[in-house]
C-alpha cells in the first residue's frame, strides 16, 4: 500500500476515487474464481456470463441518463467518446455539409479532433462564452450555416462548472435538422440528465470523474431519430459496428455499479457539497481581490474556480503543497500560456494566471474544507508579501498604466 | 510540476521567513539604492530587485538587496537565490554573474530556464539605475 498522505484532495473535477463498493463488484470479473469470460464469446457459460454483466453494466449507465440501453455505445473513456463523436458524425454526413460549431472552452478532446478534421477540409467555428463562462443558444443560433451539420457543445465546463443551457441549444439544432453531440464527462451524478426529454444526439460520459474506473466511458448515440456514425476503430465490429475491441468486462462492471450509485446518491451528494461551496465562497471572500470565474447562478457546486489577483497561480500551488488542486495556469507548458478558457472570457492575463481550480466530491469532508480555507488565506497572504504588483497595488499604482520590461 | 527538492526548499524558506531572505523594499529615491524591474504580469513573472551600494576604491560594493517576485515557484527561487549571491560583490563581479549560475544552483528544468534569465536581467537593471544616479 501507499505511504500515508496528509494531502487533502479537492481536485475530483480531474478524477475521483474509485467508490469501495466500485472496487468490490469490479473485482468479480478478473480472477479465475470470477466471471472473467469474453463477454463475446458465445459458445459457453464463461461469455454468457459475462456478457450478462456488461449487459447490466450497460442498463445502470441508461438508467441514470434515461435513455434505452441500447443507445450506449462503450468507449475507453470520454475522449475516445468525444473523438467518435465529432470524427464519427463528420464522416458519415460529409455529404451533407462541412461546418462545425463548437466553443473555444471545450475540452481538448473536443478541439483537437475538430482541428484535426480541419485539416481534412472541414470548417470548423469556434464560438466565445460570454464572459460568465457561458455558450448560449443564441450564439450557436447565429453561426449556424447552410453547411453546417454538427453542433457540439460541453454540458458542464471541467475548468469553470458553468453549466450551458443544451436544452435551448438543442431545440435549435433539432430544428435545422443539425446533429447536436453533448460533453457530458463532468455531469454524471452533479446534475439530472434525461435523454428522453433532452434534445441531444449523442453525447459523451466518463467513469471516473464519477467515483468509476479510469480507461472507460461511453457514447449516447440517439436511436428516435437516428444518428449514425463512422467508426473509428475496427476490428470485429463489437457494439454494433461502432466500436470494435474486446469489451472489458471489469471496467464496464465498474462504470455500471459507479452510475448505478450516482443515481441513488446524487442528491445526498449534491447537498453536501452545496454546503461546502457556500461555506468556501463565503469565506474566501474574506480575502481581498479575490475573484470566482464563471457565473456563481449558472454553475455547479462541485467546482469553484478562483482568480487571486497579485499572486501567480503556479507559487500558489506550491504554498498549498498539502492541497491537491489545479491551476488554471499552464506554466509548466513551454508556451506559459494561461487557461486557454480563463481567457476566452476575457479575464486579463494575469488574472488567468492566478487561477485555482477546487473541486470537491464524495468524499470530502467539512474538516478538509475549513483546513484548506485557514492554509489558503495564509499563503495567498505570504505570496503577497513577496509580490511587487500587490506592493505597488498598495502604493495606488494602477497596474494597467505600467510599461513593463517584458523579456 | 517536477520541481528540484532545491527550488521546492528554497521557494518554501523563501516564503516562510522574508525578512532573512531579504523580501522588502529601500526608498527607491535614495542616491545609493539601484532598483531593477523586470518581467510583465501577462507573462506570469515580475521580478523587482533593489542593491543597496557605497563606493569602496575604484568601485561600488553591493551591500544590501531587497526583492519581491510574482511568478512561479521557480521565478522567486531564483530571485533568492540571486540575492544571496549578490551581498559583498562588486558591481563589476555583480555584472558578471551569468543566468547558468541559478540554473546550475537550483537545478531548473530547461522549462524553467526563463526564471533565470529573469533574475539577470533583473540585477543588470538595478546596476544600471544605480550607475546611472552616481
Not at chain 1, 475522449?79 to 455539409?97: C, P, Q, R, S
Not at chain 1, 450557436?140 to 441549444?169: C, F, P, R, W, Y
Not at chain 1, 449516447?220 to 457494439?239: L, T, Y
Amino acid at each position: 500500500m501507499k505511504e500515508k498522505n496528509n494531502t487533502i484532495y479537492l481536485d475530483y473535477a480531474s478524477t475521483t476515487p474509485v467508490d469501495p463498493r466500485v472496487a468490490k463488484r469490479m473485482m468479480e470479473f478478473l480472477t479465475p474464481d470470477g466471471e472473467f469470460g469474453n463477454p463475446a464469446s458465445r459458445s459457453h457459460r464463461y461469455g454468457w456470463k459475462a456478457d450478462e454483466a456488461v449487459e447490466e453494466a450497460r442498463s445502470h449507465v441508461a438508467n441514470l441518463v434515461n435513455c434505452d440501453p441500447r443507445e450506449i455505445v462503450w468507449t475507453s473513456g470520454a475522449t475516445e467518446a468525444d473523438n467518435l463523436a465529432v470524427k464519427g458524425i463528420a464522416k458519415f454526413y460529409k455529404t451533407k455539409g462541412n461546418h462545425i460549431i463548437t466553443s473555444k472552452i471545450e475540452h481538448k478532446a473536443v478541439l483537437d479532433p475538430c482541428r484535426q478534421l480541419e485539416r481534412d477540409g472541414f470548417e470548423v467555428t469556434y464560438l466565445e462564452p460570454n464572459e460568465g463562462g457561458i455558450i448560449t443558444p443564441e450564439a450557436v443560433q447565429e453561426a449556424i450555416k447552410d453547411s453546417t451539420i454538427l453542433v457540439s457543445i460541453m454540458h458542464i465546463n471541467n475548468e469553470l462548472g458553468t453549466l450551458n443551457n443544451i436544452d435551448g441549444i438543442g431545440r435549435i439544432t433539432r430544428e435545422k435538422g443539425i446533429f447536436f453531440h453533448v460533453d457530458a464527462a463532468q455531469s454524471t451524478g452533479k446534475v439530472p440528465i434525461d435523454l428522453k426529454q433532452l434534445p441531444v444526439d449523442l453525447m459523451s460520459f466518463s467513469a471516473h470523474k464519477t467515483y468509476g474506473p479510469k480507461g472507460v466511458g461511453a457514447l449516447f448515440v440517439r436511436r428516435k431519430p437516428r444518428v449514425r456514425i463512422e467508426a473509428q476503430i475496427h476490428g470485429g465490429g463489437h457494439e454494433r459496428g461502432m466500436r470494435s475491441g474486446t469489451l472489458p468486462t471489469h471496467q464496464l462492471v465498474g462504470m455500471g455499479e459507479a452510475f448505478r450509485i450516482a443515481k441513488i446518491d446524487m442528491k445526498q451528494d449534491i447537498e453536501k457539497i452545496k454546503k461546502f461551496h457556500d461555506m468556501f465562497l463565503d469565506q474566501v471572500n474574506d480575502i481581498e481581490h479575490v475573484y470566482l470565474n464563471g457565473d456563481v447562478a449558472n454553475k455547479v457546486p462541485n467546482i469553484l474556480n478562483v482568480s487571486f489577483n497579485f499572486v501567480e497561480g503556479e507559487s500558489l500551488i506550491m504554498g498549498l503543497k498539502d492541497i491537491a488542486v489545479s491551476s488554471g495556469s499552464a506554466c509548466t507548458s513551454a508556451s506559459l500560456e494561461p487557461s486557454y478558457v480563463l481567457r476566452a472570457l476575457g479575464r486579463k492575463d494575469e488574472l488567468a494566471h492566478s487561477s485555482i481550480r477546487f473541486s470537491f466530491g464524495r468524499f470530502t469532508n467539512e474538516d478538509e474544507v475549513l483546513e484548506t480555507l485557514s492554509i489558503l488565506k495564509n499563503v495567498v497572504e505570504r505570496l503577497r508579501e513577496l509580490s511587487p504588483l500587490w506592493e505597488m497595488h498598495l502604493d495606488g499604482i494602477d497596474l494597467d498604466t505600467v510599461e513593463w520590461k517584458t523579456h | 510540476m517536477a520541481y528540484s527538492k532545491k527550488v521546492v526548499d528554497k521557494f518554501e524558506d523563501t516564503l516562510n521567513n522574508p525578512q532573512a531572505f531579504k523580501v522588502g523594499r529601500f526608498d527607491p529615491a535614495e542616491l545609493n539604492v539601484g532598483t531593477g524591474m523586470v518581467g510583465a504580469p501577462a507573462c506570469g513573472d515580475v521580478m523587482k530587485l533593489q542593491i543597496k551600494c557605497e563606493p569602496k576604491g575604484n568601485s561600488h560594493v553591493i551591500k544590501d538587496v531587497k526583492f519581491k517576485t510574482y511568478g512561479c515557484g521557480s521565478a522567486i527561487a531564483s530571485s533568492s537565490e540571486l540575492v544571496e549571491m549578490l551581498i559583498g560583490k562588486t558591481l563589476e563581479e555583480a555584472k558578471a554573474i551569468k543566468n547558468i549560475e541559478i540554473v546550475e544552483a537550483l537545478e531548473l528544468p530547461p522549462i524553467k530556464i526563463h526564471c533565470s534569465v529573469l533574475a539577470e536581467d533583473s540585477i543588470r537593471q538595478a546596476i544600471e539605475d544605480y550607475e546611472s544616479k552616481q
